[in-house]
């Protein structure tokens, strides 16, 4: 996923989930909700360490995703119906939507701080200047 609401090459796959396969994708999907709240509640805390300690457990989530997509309707079990996917494709949106919203939640809180400190954004950065070194590093012979 190229980012929140992107739509990827093999979103086909998903209508290859069998009834059990649909199954665990909800399952998975629920979890990416929960932790998209609990990621909520830390930004509204500014709760930076707690925020990068969530990136693992939403890493994991995403890789049994791609896992599931990987062996989309490979056991040949019972194929899920319509109203299955319906269930699924609400789910996604709204996990899709959750995202979508904690990362405006985030800039919005970095703008702010950012304000706070009375850090002007645009003008925040290095500059030529600053690369630039004042002296040329000479290396030593036999230093190395």
């Given at each position: 996923?190229?980012?929140?609401?992107?739509?990827?090459?093999?979103?086909?796959?998903?209508?290859?989930?069998?009834?059990?396969?649909?199954?665990?994708?909800?399952?998975?999907?629920?979890?990416?909700?929960?932790?998209?709240?609990t990621?909520?509640?830390?930004?509204?805390?500014?709760?930076?360490?707690?925020?990068?300690?969530?990136?693992?457990?939403?890493?994991?989530?995403?890789?049994?995703?791609?896992?599931?997509?990987?062996?989309?309707?490979?056991?040949?079990?019972?194929?899920?119906?319509?109203?299955?996917?319906?269930?699924?494709?609400?789910?996604?949106?709204?996990?899709?939507?959750?995202?979508?919203h904690?990362?405006?939640l985030?800039?919005?809180?970095?703008?702010?701080?950012?304000l706070?400190?009375?850090?002007?954004?645009?003008r925040?950065?290095?500059?030529?200047?600053?690369?630039?070194?004042?002296?040329?590093?000479?290396?030593?012979?036999?230093?190395?």
């Open positions: 996923m190229i980012g929140p609401g992107a739509h990827r090459a093999d979103a086909g796959r998903w209508s290859a989930l069998s009834q059990s396969e649909l199954a665990h994708a909800c399952r998975l999907l629920g979890r990416l909700e929960e932790l998209a709240a990621q909520r509640r830390a930004i509204s805390r500014m709760a930076g360490t707690e925020l990068a300690s969530l990136d693992s457990e939403q890493a994991a989530i995403e890789a049994d995703l791609r896992a599931l997509l990987e062996q989309a309707g490979a056991g040949g079990a019972v194929p899920a119906s319509d109203a299955d996917r319906a269930v699924v494709a609400e789910l996604s949106a709204r996990v899709r939507r959750a995202c979508q904690n990362v405006g985030l800039a919005h809180a970095r703008r702010s701080v950012a706070l400190l009375g850090v002007d954004e645009d925040a950065g290095y500059d030529r200047r600053a690369r630039r070194v004042s002296q040329p590093i000479r290396a030593r012979r036999g230093a190395l």
